[in-house]
């Protein structure tokens, strides 16, 4: 993208480097002392420092907008785009994802910083693990996103070039329907997971606490928690474990008869990334005791640490095969290069109580195997293996997979809600200034009515009889031409046959609405950015 000079830095570089009438000089006049000079230093009257810099920056800012107003046409050929750029999981590496990562924290600045940039009226910042991506309303697409992309790169620290290697940009649709997809847990590593849309949440209530989401934004992320609600609620997608450790977790509690599942003794051999995972799923399911099997203590505190909604039982590595006597279930998550458990271990083991079926369960999530296959052929026990729980994996993706499908019906219905509503906003500036020039005709008309029958021959009920007979006449004229301003999906008028009316409108009765409203938008602009 080749870089051009804003209107607003050029006119505001110009209004502050041309020199004010009267030079500094002669606002030094004054000095301490009845005007005098005293030791050669010249002291400026303060006030007068301070109006001068007060003038300076006011034929700035009317330089500024005055520069914006000459080339406001370009600006009337293109509608405000909402858009996205930004990077995720998919599409760049973590170092590149960590430099880039705001903290919550910090979201209110970045927009503030971002809605300061020339042509960026809106912006949201959805920062996750998986994924940065910046959501904006800009004045112009192309000088928008560069202004982003930049900001991007002075942030981070990354040259512009290497960023672009690594961005995705949307535009208009396409930038709806992607933040619908990520809200709906479509674009997540794990199809239809839950946790990225209690983030799309937490953008919004960032934006009402600070006060800095736009209209449009927050209307946006609004409509995307609907869809991802939805998605969730109409087509059940997240159910169905999709990794190996949840669906470890999710055959066990399969196998336990049904009412006493939660009150299994779990044991997991290996607290590594894998056995990590189990006791999260297990949390999630609403386990709140496990046993924890591993060569060392450490690692084990820190999940103890993290995981405050599970107790956590720490036995040492030589006291396993006592621990496996007290357990239903047996996970087994290490690095060993040999089994752990032969046929002749299982069948040291007491029997589980009938109340838990009877049967002891290994659980094997570990390549190579921590559990002989011969195990099995102990009448008390059941192995499950990695390829055991691919196969429940496998048919829970091909079920989310359809699952996925069905959701981008519901995300459709979604985007034409929101578009329905922002081509609605279209219109809305030429119905209020079509109704506030009816409004002053009839006031106007009716003052003169009222001068010539009178004050004084008309009682309140008849003068109220006859503003009440003017503003139906009105309101009966505005029906019809304000119906075709309608464009809220209602009807099968298209926004191109709306926008006509509009603009046919705005030329019978010299609205003017189009200019009016991107001199507002420069203006609102350039008082922010002197501000």
Same mark, same amino acid.
């Given at each position: ?11 505001? /570089? ?11 000089? =002669? ?71 960590? @430099? ?16 300061? &940039?020339?042509? %960026?009226?809106? /912006? ?23 202004? !982003? ?41 794990? &199809? ?29 992320? @609004?409509? /995307? ?18 990794? !190996? ?6 055959? =066990?509690?399969?196998? &336990? ?15 590594? @990334?894998?056995?990590? &995972? ?18 060392? !203590? ?64 290994? !659980? ?67 119905? @209020? ?5 009816? *409004? ?16 004084? =021959? ?6 109220? /009889? ?6 139906? %006449? ?16 209602? *009807? ?25 409203? %991107?001199?507002?938008? %420069? ?9």
């Amino acid at each position: 993208m080749a870089t051009t000079t804003s209107a607003t830095t050029a006119a505001a /570089a110009a209004a502050t480097t041309a020199k004010p009438r009267g030079s500094s000089s =002669a606002l030094c006049q004054r000095v301490a002392g009845g005007g005098r000079r005293r030791s050669g230093v010249v002291r400026c009257d303060a006030a007068g420092v301070e109006a001068q810099a007060q003038a300076v920056a006011k034929a700035a800012s009317v330089a500024a907008l005055e520069q914006f107003k000459i080339s406001a046409d370009r600006y009337m050929k293109e509608r405000s785009t909402i858009a996205v750029i930004g990077l995720s999981v998919h599409t760049a590496p973590v170092e590149m994802r960590e @430099k880039l990562a705001v903290a919550e924290e910090l979201w209110p600045r970045a927009i503030q910083e971002l809605t300061s &940039l020339n042509h %960026i009226e809106e /912006a949201a910042v959805l920062s996750t693990c998986n994924r940065m991506e910046i959501y904006v309303v800009a004045l112009s697409w192309n000088r928008g996103i560069r202004e !982003v992309v930049d900001w991007m790169s002075k942030k981070s620290g990354i040259p512009a070039s290497e960023l672009r290697e690594h961005l995705f940009i949307l535009r208009s649709s396409d930038a709806t329907r992607h933040l619908f997809e990520v809200s709906a847990g479509l674009d997540s590593l794990v &199809l239809g997971e839950g946790q990225i849309l209690a983030q799309v949440k937490q953008v919004v209530r960032s934006g009402q606490n600070s006060g800095g989401l736009g209209k449009n934004i927050d209307r946006m992320f @609004k409509d /995307a928690i609907t869809a991802g609600k939805r998605v969730r609620c109409e087509t059940n997608i997240s159910s169905g474990a999709v990794s !190996v450790s949840s669906a470890a977790v999710e055959l =066990a509690l399969m196998k &336990l008869p049904k009412s006493e599942a939660l009150s299994a003794r779990m044991l997991l051999i290996g607290a590594g @990334k894998m056995g990590k &995972l189990v006791i999260k799923h297990l949390v999630a399911k609403g386990c709140k005791k496990v046993v924890v099997v591993n060569r060392s !203590v450490e690692r084990v505190d820190a999940i103890r640490e993290e995981m405050k909604d599970i107790e956590i039982v720490y036995r040492p590595l030589s006291d396993m095969y006592q621990a496996a006597a007290e357990a239903d279930v047996v996970f087994t998550s290490t690095a060993s290069e040999t089994s752990l458990f032969a046929k002749e271990h299982a069948e040291a083991l007491p029997p589980v109580s009938d109340t838990m079926g009877g049967v002891r369960l290994f !659980v094997d999530i570990s390549v190579p195997r921590n559990v002989s296959a011969c195990v099995s052929e102990v009448g008390a026990a059941r192995v499950y293996n990695v390829d055991d729980l691919k196969e429940v994996v496998e048919a829970n993706k091909e079920d989310r997979l359809r699952k996925a499908m069905e959701a981008q019906t519901i995300i459709t219905e979604e985007l034409r809600r929101f578009e329905a509503w922002r081509d609605s906003l279209e219109t809305v500036p030429t119905i @209020k200034k079509l109704r506030s020039y009816a *409004d002053r005709i009839r006031a106007s008309e009716l003052e003169k009515c009222l001068q010539k029958v009178g004050e004084d =021959a008309l009682t309140k009920k008849m003068r109220r /009889a006859i503003e009440e007979l003017s503003t139906g %006449i009105v309101n009966k004229l505005l029906h019809g031409p304000l119906q075709h301003l309608r464009c809220d999906g209602s *009807d099968s008028r298209t926004l191109d046959e709306t926008l006509e009316n509009m603009h046919a409108l705005n030329r019978m009765f010299s609205l003017d609405m189009e200019k009016a409203i %991107i001199e507002q938008k %420069i203006k609102a602009k350039v008082e922010k950015t002197q501000n």
